[in-house]
T-cell receptor, first 115, second 112 residues
Framework: EPEVTQTPSHQVTQMGQEVILRCVPI?????FYWYRQILGQKVEFLVS????????KSEIFDDQFSVERPDGSNFTLKIRSTKLEDSAMYFC?????????????FGPGTRLTVL | GESVGLHLPTLSVQEGDNSIINCAYS??????FIWYKQESGKGPQFIID?????DKRQGQRVTVLLNKTVKHLSLQIAATQPGDSAVYFC???????????FGTGTRLQVFP
C-alpha cells in the first residue's frame, strides 16, 4: 500500500540553526500539508500546498517557515532559525484531491528537538 | 486559548468489549468530521469520516455518530482488540478550507 514517508525520523539541532524536514508524498497525490504536534498537545495545521504554491497557512507558519517541492517527489519544510518552541513532531500529509471529503494520508513524522 | 501539556483522557476496556470515544467540537460551521487513530511512533491514520448531512456512518467494526445539536461526535469500536490500543483524535473541517482541526485525543487501552 502506498504511504507517505518522512526523513529524518529524529532531528536534533541547536537554537538558531536551520533545519529542513523532508517528505515524500504518495506519488499521484496533488495536495500536500504540514502539521505539527507539540508533546502532549493537539495536532496543529501549518500549511497546505498545491500546484507549487501555498494555498493556506496558519498563524504558526510565519516568515521563519517555508515549503518547497524541489522535484517531482519531495516536499520539504524549512525552518530558517529554529527556536526552542519549535520542538515538536512534524507530520507531512498528502491527498489525491482537494482536502475536503478526501482523505489526507499522514506520514510517520519527524521529531524535531531544538536545544 | 489552549492548555499547555494536556493530559490525555484515557479509556480502558477489556478485550472483546465495545468502546465509545467521545469528542466535542466548537464550531457550528464545521460540516465534515474525521476520526484518526495514532499508534505510538506513527502518524495519524484515517479510520472513518462523516459529513454533516448524516447522523451515523458505519465501517468495519467502527461506527461514527454525529449530533449537530450539541456539537458532539462519537466513535464506537465493536469487539475491541489489543491492536485497537492507540490515541484517537477527532478532526473537523469547515467549508472554505481543507485544513483539519484536531481535537485533544483520547488514549484507548485494551487489556486482556
Amino acid at each position: 500500500e502506498p504511504e507517505v514517508t518522512q526523513t529524518p525520523s529524529h532531528q536534533v539541532t541547536q537554537m538558531g540553526q536551520e533545519v529542513i524536514l523532508r517528505c515524500v508524498p504518495i506519488s499521484n497525490h496533488l495536495y500536500f500539508y504540514w502539521y505539527r504536534q507539540i508533546l502532549g498537545q493537539k495536532v496543529e495545521f501549518l500549511v497546505s500546498f498545491y500546484n507549487n504554491e501555498i494555498s493556506e497557512k496558519s498563524e504558526i507558519f510565519d516568515d521563519q517557515f517555508s515549503v518547497e517541492r524541489p522535484d517531482g517527489s519531495n516536499f520539504t519544510l524549512k525552518i530558517r532559525s529554529t527556536k526552542l518552541e519549535d520542538s515538536a513532531m512534524y507530520f507531512c500529509a498528502s491527498s489525491l484531491r482537494e482536502g475536503r471529503y478526501n482523505e489526507q494520508f499522514f506520514g510517520p513524522g519527524t521529531r524535531l528537538t531544538v536545544l | 486559548g489552549e492548555s499547555v501539556g494536556l493530559h490525555l483522557p484515557t479509556l480502558s476496556v477489556q478485550e472483546g468489549d465495545n468502546s465509545i470515544i467521545n469528542c466535542a467540537y466548537s464550531n457550528s460551521a464545521s460540516d465534515y468530521f474525521i476520526w484518526y487513530k495514532q499508534e505510538s511512533g506513527k502518524g495519524p491514520q484515517f479510520i472513518i469520516d462523516i459529513r454533516s448531512n448524516m447522523d451515523k456512518r458505519q465501517g468495519q467494526r467502527v461506527t461514527v455518530l454525529l449530533n449537530k445539536t450539541v456539537k458532539h461526535l462519537s466513535l464506537q469500536i465493536a469487539a475491541t482488540q489489543p491492536g485497537d490500543s492507540a490515541v484517537y483524535f477527532c478532526a473537523e473541517n469547515r467549508r472554505g478550507t481543507d485544513k483539519l482541526i484536531f481535537g485533544t485525543g483520547t488514549r484507548l487501552q485494551v487489556f486482556p
